[in-house]
C-alpha cells in the first residue's frame, strides 16, 4: 500500500494562474480532507468529502474548489492564484465508522506564488 | 469557534530527560484527542490518541493525559531521543463530527 500520495510535490506560480493538486488513496478510506498548513498557525482545513460525490467546506475555503469523483481520489483547485496561497497543503483520508477520526497524511505539496 | 490552544510553541530538553506538551480545548462536546508528529517535510503521523472515557493512555515511552472537567490534555514523553525531535501537534474533534481543531504545534528540540 502507498497510503496517501500527493502529486506535485512543489510547484511554482504567477498571480492569477491555476492549477489543480491531485490526493489519491489506496486505502479504501471513506473521507478525505485537505489542509493547509503556515507557519506557526498548525493546520487549517479547506474542504472535506465524506464520500464519492460528495464535498463540503471546511475553515478557510475562499479560493479553492475540490472534486471528489472517485472514491479513491480528491482534487484540490486553485482557479486564480493568490500570494496568500503560498503555503504547504497536505490531504489526508479516514476510513469510516469507529476510527473515523484518525488521519492519515500524504507528504504535502509546497506552493508558492509569486 | 471552537479553538485548541498548544504550549510550548518551542521546548528545547537534553536527550535522556521528559518533555511535556500541553493542550486546552474549548468545545465541550469534543470525545477524541489525538497527537500528531511530523518531521522534517513530511506530513504529520499519528503517535497517540485518547478518547473522553480514558484518562490516561501509555504506549512505551509516550503517554497522554485527558481531564475532561479542566479540558487540557497532556503529551508526556520519557527518555527522550534525539529522533525524536520534530513537530508535535495536539488536536481535539469537533464535536460529535469526524471533523479536528488543530493546535499550532510544538517545535521538540532535542539536545545531545
Known amino acids: 500500500n502507498a497510503g496517501v500520495t500527493q502529486t506535485p510535490k512543489f510547484r511554482v506560480l504567477k498571480t492569477g494562474q491555476s492549477m489543480t493538486l491531485l490526493c489519491a488513496q489506496d486505502?479504501?478510506?471513506?473521507?478525505m480532507y485537505w489542509y493547509r498548513q503556515d507557519p506557526g498557525m498548525g493546520l487549517r482545513l479547506i474542504h472535506y468529502?465524506?464520500?464519492?460525490?460528495?464535498?463540503a467546506k471546511g475553515e478557510v475555503p475562499d479560493g479553492y474548489n475540490v472534486s471528489r469523483l472517485k472514491k479513491q481520489n480528491f482534487l484540490l483547485g486553485l482557479e486564480s492564484a493568490a500570494p496568500s496561497q503560498t503555503s504547504v497543503y497536505f490531504c489526508?483520508?479516514?476510513?469510516?465508522?469507529?476510527?473515523?477520526?484518525?488521519?492519515?497524511f500524504g507528504p504535502g505539496t509546497r506552493l508558492l506564488v509569486l | 469557534g471552537e479553538n485548541v490552544e498548544q504550549h510550548p510553541s518551542t521546548l528545547s530538553v537534553q536527550e535522556g530527560d521528559s518533555a511535556v506538551i500541553k493542550c486546552t480545548y474549548s468545545d465541550s462536546a469534543s470525545n477524541y484527542f489525538p497527537w500528531y508528529k511530523q518531521e522534517l517535510g513530511k506530513g504529520p503521523q499519528l503517535i497517540i490518541d485518547?478518547?473522553?472515557n480514558v484518562g490516561e493512555k501509555k504506549d512505551q515511552r509516550i503517554a497522554v493525559t485527558l481531564n475532561k472537567t479542566a479540558k487540557h490534555f497532556s503529551l508526556h514523553i520519557t527518555e527522550t531521543q534525539p529522533e525524536d525531535s520534530a513537530v508535535y501537534f495536539c488536536a481535539a474533534s469537533k464535536g460529535s463530527n469526524y471533523q479536528l481543531i488543530w493546535g499550532a504545534g510544538t517545535k521538540l528540540i532535542i539536545k545531545p
Open positions: 489526508a483520508s479516514s476510513p469510516p465508522l469507529a476510527k473515523q477520526e484518525t488521519q492519515y
Open positions: 486505502m479504501n478510506h471513506e473521507y
Open positions: 468529502s465524506v464520500g464519492e460525490g460528495t464535498t
Open positions: 485518547i478518547r473522553s
